[in-house]
């Protein structure tokens, strides 16, 4: 996308749009049993992620990433305090930031590789320093009152040897890594082979909203301020459930 404002009206609708259509996506989480424990719930969120980063920058990507999150604690709300919401926001901007970034320097088919590994790389770190770190401590402690026993039959089916001493070389490296390299392989083969034509047609939608030298003006202002309010409104559902109704 040409234009060079941040704020013009594609880009928010854009941001709009992604952020939505990731945010339904990640709503439409299933598990994958036969591989990996029930609580690792797979979906297609990051295919919007991945392709709105690469067609508007790594700040309008962190942006789709809040919006995706809003999203699915309106419809969803947390079963862990946004603990998981948290972990969550970080894993997807594991992947914005340097992949948005790399691309930005490397407009290129090579740059676009280069990115994608990197920001899945990153994005699949981010998300084993998230479990051990944040997710399993919370859940053990809070969740369970410091009892690994409800965590450990979650996952006695796949691994029957499991225990509280080896548990995080199977949920790590068994689980977690390999369910996250998948996700974003598979993310990142679609966003690969459909970028170009969605770039396409944002460039067209961009010619026609927002025309070469035009200057931030009144549409510019609604757009942005509905934007703004809706996210917000978003924000306050989310709070709402979580305080008043779950």
Request: hydrophobic share 60%; proline share 4%; aromatic share 14%.
């Amino acid at each position: 996308m040409q234009d060079k404002r941040f704020f013009s009206t594609t880009r928010i609708v854009m941001i709009a749009l992604f952020g939505a259509l990731a945010g339904i996506l990640h709503v439409a989480k299933f598990p994958l049993p036969f591989a990996f424990p029930g609580f690792l719930e797979f979906d297609f969120s990051d295919i919007p992620l991945f392709i709105g980063t690469f067609a508007l920058g790594p700040v309008s990507g962190c942006l789709i990433v809040v919006v995706k999150i809003l999203i699915k604690l309106v419809c969803l709300g947390t079963a862990n305090a946004f603990v998981g919401e948290l972990a969550n926001l970080l894993i997807g901007f594991g992947f914005v930031l340097p992949a948005g970034i790399i691309y930005k320097k490397l407009h290129s088919m090579k740059g676009a590789i280069l990115a994608l590994c990197a920001g899945s790389v990153s994005s699949v770190a981010v998300a084993i320093l998230a479990n051990r770190l944040l997710l399993i401590p919370f859940y053990v402690e809070i969740m369970f009152h410091g009892s690994w026993e409800p965590l450990l039959g979650m996952m006695r089916g796949l691994f029957p040897s499991i225990t509280e001493g080896n548990f995080y070389v199977f949920y790590l490296w068994v689980s977690v890594l390999p369910f996250n390299v998948l996700r974003c392989l598979i993310a990142s083969l679609a966003s690969f082979f459909v970028y170009k034509s969605i770039s396409r047609a944002i460039e067209r939608v961009n010619r026609k909203l927002s025309p070469e030298g035009a200057s931030f003006g009144k549409r510019d202002v609604i757009v942005l301020v509905s934007v703004i309010a809706a996210v917000l409104l978003l924000l306050l559902f989310a709070l709402l459930r979580y305080f008043l109704w779950d």
